[in-house]
Every structure is written in structure tokens, then in C-alpha cells.
């Protein structure tokens, strides 16, 4: 009979590559690591690994056994969701993670609700955003992610599932001064020869912002990078450029900055919930996607 909890330990190394990063990630020793693959491989009977410098190479046979596994582990949630059933999902815990703007303007409200409907279900929340949830989400670390996609991001693992929450519209912010401040929407192609504020490379709202600006015939000037809105507000306010803002912010004109629509097609960020397969059939689970789901399509969402 193979032993799951060394399938599990095969299935970090093929993440992770070598020996000491998977004992990091499943809070083992090196050797312990060795000692349960080895065991593994006695129980199968075939060889399931290759040197490769540093690091270990999976052989085909334990590509094989893998692709088993990855089936067993959805499995096994499933047996783990029909058992928690009896509980109706009134009770347990749900761990999920979010990035800044979705805490304050979903999990939120998803909180506020479960408190009163369920009130024996505890919810912990953590600002951790896309790529690191995916990892925690397989890990076992969190039960529940919410979620940017965008232009280039990676391909979703296939052991999580992506459920589709909103579509995020992104306004544009310019100083009070600016000739299209008062204007009730800003063609995006007239900012071609501004500064812009953006983030930093690789976050989901420099990509957005880029793709967007791409769009409209031009490759966005960025002087300034900055993660934090208000502050993204306070460069504009100070006449430092323009930016793109999500509506989700819930951030508002100021007697210094002006928030408008941009004219034509929205650039938007895609947000989705992202689970383990198989686990959203858990009673509290889908309670807490329930409430994640209803927040997310609230016709309050952009009050503020």
C-alpha cells in the first residue's frame, strides 16, 4: 500500500526542485525528506528519481505515479468535504487570503455576513496576493484565495479551481488642474504624453495599465512607481502625472484630484476566488465562497 503523506512529499519535490526546499516547505528535515521519498520508492517498486546537478529530476515513472496522485489528493478532498457535511457547515474554520483593495471592499462584507448567519464559523484573513496564495492554497496553508488575472499572468494550477467574481473597472486620476479633470470621461489616447504613476513591474495593475495604454496607441510614460493608491493620489495631487485607478479602491475626487471614467472600453482587472478542487463541495467552504461570491456582485460594491 503506498503511504499519501509520501505521495504529498514527491509532489513538493517536483514543485520545488531540491531536497532542502521541499524539507522547508513541509517543515522537515533534509533527511526526513530522503528518507520518506526513498521509502516511497521501495513501496513502488521503481526508480523515482534522477541526479541533475543540484537538484533531482522526477523519472517518467514517477511522472506516472504522480499523475495518479494529483487525482487521489482531489479525492481525498472530496472524502474530507462529505464528511465535514454533517456539520451542515455551520461550524469549523476557513483561512483566506486576499490582496489589500479585495479585503477591505469583499472579504469584508463576506465576514460581516458569515458572523451573522454562522456565527460558530471563524474566518482568518491575510493580505497575500497572487503568485504566493497559489502556493499557500496547495500547500494546505489557506482554504480560499482572492484573486488579480491579467494580461500574461500565468496559467491557474489544474489542482485549484478559479470561480469568476468581477470584473474590476480602473479610472483615471488626474490632478485638478489637468484640461480633462472636468471632462465626464477621458479618452485614454489624449494621456500619451503625460508622466504616469503605476506600480511596479509585474503587478497586476502595471500590466493592466500597460496593456491598456498599448490599446490606445501608445506606451505609457512611467516617472513614478508606487503600490499604495492613496499615495498614487497624493503624486497626482502634487502634479506629478496621471494614473490608473481600480474602482475598487474606493478612492474619491479631491479639491486636488480628479477620478473620471475612461471613454470607450473600460480596461478592467478580472478578480476570481481561487480553491483547492474538490474542497468547495465542504459545507463551510462553500459558505464562505457563498459570501465571497455575494459581496463581490453587491450592487453596494463601489459605495464607499
Partial sequence: MIDVRRLRVLRELDSRGTVVATAAALH????AVSQQLAALAKETGVRLLDPAGRRVRLTPAARVLLGHAD???AQLERAEADLAAFDEGRVGSVAVAAFTTAISGIVVPALAALRESRPRLRMSVSDVAEPECFDLLLAGDLDLAVCITHPGARPLDERLLQIPLLDDPLDVALPADH??????????EVLGGEDFISSRPGTPCHEVTHAACAAAGFVPRVRHRCDDYTAV???IAAGCGVGLIPRLAKLSSTPQVALRPIAGVLPIRPIFAAVRRGSQQAPHLSATLAAIVAAARSPDLYCA
Avoid at 28 to 31: A, R
Avoid at 180 to 187: I, K, L, R, S
Wanted: overall charge neutral; cysteine-free.
Fill in 233 to 235: 493620489l497624493g503624486l
Fill in 71 to 73: 487525482v487521489l489528493f
Fill in 179 to 188: 484640461p480633462y479633470a472636468a471632462a465626464a470621461a477621458v479618452p485614454l
Fill in 28 to 31: 522537515l528535515t533534509p533527511s
